[in-house]
């Protein structure tokens, strides 16, 4: 199972989405998230300000498993 952790605050969207080098935004990470993986969200804002691209889509494809995760510490 993949996990991607995201961070608006300290992420970068070309970081490979680690805990230790986490992405910048929801966006990137839905679209690098295969079947069954976990999208961890740190605290903080996630909106068009920080980067967010909407409207947000979740279940494209084989991503219908995708499952967020919004307890990840930082």
Request: aromatic share 6%.
């Amino acid at each position: 199972m993949t996990h991607l952790y995201v961070n608006s605050q300290s992420g970068l969207d070309d970081a490979v989405g680690t805990q230790d080098h986490p992405m910048k935004t929801l966006y990137r990470a839905l679209e690098q998230a295969q079947a069954g993986a976990i999208v961890h969200l740190a605290p903080g804002t996630y909106s068009a300000a920080t980067g967010e691209v909407f409207p947000l889509r979740i279940g494209r494809g084989d991503r219908k498993s995708t499952r967020l995760n919004s307890s990840h510490r930082t």
